[in-house]
């Protein structure tokens, strides 16, 4: 008898798609869309069509494995659950007398998103007294560089797009990363609106746009106050609103934005003056102009910088005063849940020691009183999605670094690991999700028993406090129960929604902020264009890392449509359909080095040196080179993959990755 279960998509997109799995027998042999899921409306990506492939997939970890070769080589022998976890607790006892707690380091990060399981080991490592990890990997200067102008003011929902006469995508490849998102820019350019796209090649997305814009990467804070120039020069800036609603604006008009002229806009972005002139008029002419930020331009060295010169733009024109205007870059409802209850900080007898998670490499190296002696890692893969992976994989060979992976799958990192404990996917578990482009949570059950001996990451840690005899009651309970105490007393985001449904495992939207918005979440309750406590308080230009590298090329290191980071690289037809592990260059790059398509070449920097096939495009701009998807090495023409090209350099603010703040050449191989 097939059995039909509601679960919800795990993984690190801001649509959490809602999902039918169809369970014969204990195994997912179906899955697709939820048609009552108020978002993703019943469709989803290529990859998730076929969730059971990767489910069921003959790669799956099966049993724990203990080391018996060379680091890296991945020779390993099956071993108990109870074998690895004694030698887990033995080592680590034998870690903490020697060095103390901070010697040994957890990594983590979005292998699955919901709350319960992406959380679990954060009381456990409270409880040791490990270091603690800085998860800055995504793209926090996104989200600095918004609350530095906007503040804690809640984003609008994302169907307020619906009714914008101009949508400009920045920095966003939303045919890839927000497919719902893109179809609700769709449903607004079938009522007339246009759309603009500012990147720095021609992704899938530009087939959805009117105008593609193509920019030197990292200018687009120059952009934005080019813009801005025009638009106060022509009379065209809604000065009431500004003066009512806006701080700094006087100072940022006077100081700033006299500078930015279209002719040096032009220099600094690449785009035409007179194209500025035009984007700047058409801008102040729509009645509703709205702006969808991505993470592309955030992962640079101005990147919380670029952001707020982003942010700021609407409201020269008093779009954060209007319905459908403004802009949005993802929800923000970690609010809603009871999470210091599932994060235990007070599980913490004293402040331990925060380690960047971009900076794994210096970590593992370099670092000293305690040295990182063991590293535990779960959900994550950073032998390859962690820049400068050179650095990252010298650490993991060390000799002397205890490594633990809990993962699905034999990755890059699991074939350093000394234990490695086998993972359950999210239909073998339960969790609750929230996302980070839409107002939605939904609750999950598991739909299937644990494939192997697999067991989630809650577990693992319950077994692993078993193990070294924490007598805390905590970490006896069930994730179930920690779903409840995420949804336990009342919450003002949660007033009115439909309990039942959410139990029964339907997806349900909390209570959705007013737009445009009643108040200003901001220390002066005003858009800030100048913000008193920043490090530089009023909005300017700043330069990129990139431009100090004496390199060529500015690399991007873009995700890819069949892939989510490295996850998905478990299954060959997604794999199959990226064509091999590409570098695609616009036809004058590949003539000067005199290399042509389909040619291997070898891509180099100050970091390293990969290896990649040739792609010739015009669909990318001379003095850019892209790279899609974070390649697993064993699929990888060469050694390395592509972060072996990117720095453990970070964000002006948020310490964020810097991915794409990078430059490289490269020759034939
Ligand atoms: N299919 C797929 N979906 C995904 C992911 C994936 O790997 N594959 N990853 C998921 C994750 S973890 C995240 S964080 C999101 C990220 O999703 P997005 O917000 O779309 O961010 P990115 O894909 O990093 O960057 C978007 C685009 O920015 C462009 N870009 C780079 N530099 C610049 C610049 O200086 N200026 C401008 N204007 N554009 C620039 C890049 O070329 C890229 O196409 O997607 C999620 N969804
Ligand atoms: N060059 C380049 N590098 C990048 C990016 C890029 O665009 N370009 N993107 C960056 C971004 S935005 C991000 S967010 C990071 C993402 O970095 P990661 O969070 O490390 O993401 P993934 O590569 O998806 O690896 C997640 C791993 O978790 C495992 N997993 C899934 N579910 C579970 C579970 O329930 N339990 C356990 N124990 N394991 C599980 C999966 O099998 C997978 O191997 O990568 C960053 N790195
Ligand atoms: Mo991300």
């Not at 638009?231 to 604006?249: K, S």
């Not at 003056?273 to 955030?298: D, H, K, N, W, Y």
């Not at 998807?629 to 699929?635: A, C, D, K, S």
């Amino acid at each position: 008898m097939v059995e039909t279960v509601r679960s919800v998509c795990p993984y690190d997109c801001p649509d959490s798609c809602g999902l039918l799995v169809e369970v014969d027998n204990g195994c997912a042999v179906r899955v697709s869309g939820d048609p009552e899921h108020p978002y993703s409306l019943g469709t989803l990506c290529p990859k998730m069509t076929h969730y059971e492939r990767t489910v069921h997939s003959p790669r799956r970890l099966l049993k724990p494995l203990l080391r018996t070769g060379a680091k890296g080589s991945g020779a390993f022998r099956e071993a108990s659950w109870d074998e690895a976890l004694q030698l887990i607790a033995e080592r680590w006892q034998g870690i903490i007398t020697k060095y103390g707690g901070e010697a040994i380091l957890p990594y983590s990060y979005a292998g699955t998103m919901g709350m319960v399981q992406r959380n679990a080991g954060h009381p456990f490592f409270h409880y040791l007294g490990a270091s603690r990890l800085d998860r800055t990997i995504c793209s926090p200067a996104l989200g600095a560089g918004l609350k530095m102008v906007l503040g804690a003011t809640p984003a609008p929902h994302p169907d307020e797009v619906l009714g914008s006469d101009l949508v400009i995508l920045w920095g966003i490849n939303a045919a890839a990363t927000s497919i719902h998102y893109l179809d609700r820019v769709k449903k607004a350019r079938k009522k007339g609106a246009k759309v603009w796209l500012i990147e720095t090649y021609a992704t899938p997305t530009a087939a959805v746009a009117d105008e593609l814009f193509l920019i030197r990467p990292g200018s687009d804070g120059a952009l934005a106050l080019g813009l801005m120039h025009v638009i106060a020069r022509d009379g065209l800036a809604d000065r009431a609103w500004l003066e009512a609603q806006t701080t700094g604006w006087g100072e940022l008009e006077q100081q700033v934005l006299p500078a930015h002229t279209p002719e040096r806009t032009a220099d600094l972005s690449g785009i035409p003056a007179a194209t500025v002139e035009r984007m700047a008029r058409e801008f102040a002419a729509a009645a509703a102009p709205f702006i969808r930020l991505g993470s592309g331009m955030t992962r640079y060295g101005n990147g919380a910088m670029t952001v707020r010169a982003i942010a700021a733009l609407p409201a020269l024109v008093g779009g954060y005063g209007k319905r459908h205007a403004g802009s949005f870059g993802g929800t923000s409802t970690g609010g809603a849940f009871a999470m210091k209850d599932l994060v235990r900080e007070d599980f913490l007898s004293h402040p331990t020691r925060i380690i960047n998670m971009n900076q794994l490499g210096q970590a593992l190296n370099d670092l000293a009183e305690p040295p990182i002696m063991s590293l535990y890692v779960y959900h994550s893969n950073p032998a390859v999605v962690a820049p400068d992976q050179n650095d990252v994989l010298r650490g993991l060979a060390r000799e002397d670094l205890f490594t633990v992976v809990h993962e699905r799958f034999m990755t890059d990192t699991a074939r350093y690991a000394d234990v490695v404990l086998p993972a359950t996917t999210s239909l073998e578990h339960a969790d609750i999700y929230r996302s980070y482009g839409t107002y939605c949570i939904q609750r999950a059950k598991a739909a299937i028993p644990p494939v192997g001996e697999s067991r989630s990451n809650w577990e693992v840690f319950s077994a692993l406090a078993a193990a070294l005899g924490f007598d805390e009651p905590f970490f006896q309970q069930r994730a179930e129960d920690l779903i409840d105490q995420l949804l336990a007393g009342p919450n003002p985001w949660r007033e009115g929604i439909d309990t039942d449904r959410l139990a029964a495992g339907h997806a349900v939207e909390l209570k959705t902020p007013d737009w445009p918005p009643t108040y200003f979440a901001t220390p002066s309750g005003k858009v800030e264009f100048l913000n008193r406590e920043a490090d530089e308080p009023l909005i300017r230009f700043l330069q990129t890392h990139g431009e100090e590298d004496g390199y060529p090329l500015q690399l991007m290191a873009a995700p890819s449509l069949y892939a989510l980071n490295s996850t998905f690289f478990e299954r060959d037809e997604l794999r199959e359909r990226q064509q091999g592990m590409r570098l695609r260059v616009h036809p004058s790059e590949a003539e000067k080095r005199a290399v042509t398509d389909g040619q291997p070449v070898c891509v180099f920097n100050a970091c390293g040196e990969v290896r990649f096939i040739l792609d010739v495009t015009e669909k990318v701009q001379p003095g850019v080179a892209v790279a899609e998807g974070v390649w697993w090495l064993e699929f990888a023409p060469g050694e390395r993959s592509v972060n072996a090209l990117t720095s453990q350099r970070l964000t002006d603010c948020g310490a964020g990755s810097t991915f794409y703040d990078n430059r490289v050449d490269f020759r034939a191989a």
